[in-house]
């Protein structure tokens, strides 16, 4: 068994880079809201959310894992487009 305060310590530091990527993925959001607004391009695009989805779960190996990182991407993608459409909204 590994120490716990050790995977604690890895825990935390996966947290600090998921904070720093979740900020660059919401500023690409914002650079995505913008293009969208231009180009009348409604925010939800199924097509492209499932195929997103089945590309990176491809690079899931572990199968118990896999429906776990559908959710994680699919709440991810539904923030993405909460925060679009409270950009859009002030945008108008």
């Known amino acids: 068994m590994k120490d716990l305060n050790e995977s604690r310590?890895?825990?935390n530091e996966i947290d600090a880079e998921m904070a720093k990527l979740f900020v660059d993925r919401m500023n690409i959001s914002k650079d995505i809201a913008e293009y969208k607004k231009e180009n009348s391009i409604p925010i939800a695009d199924a097509n492209r959310e499932q195929a997103l989805?089945?590309?990176n779960l491809k690079l899931i190996e572990d199968e118990t894992l896999k429906s776990y990182y559908v959710n994680f991407m699919k709440t991810i993608m539904n923030i993405s487009k909460e925060y679009q459409q409270s950009l859009l909204t002030n945008l108008k």
Do not use: S, T
Request: no cysteine; hydrophobic share 35%.
């Open 53 to 55: 989805l089945e590309n």
């Open 9 to 11: 310590k890895k825990i």
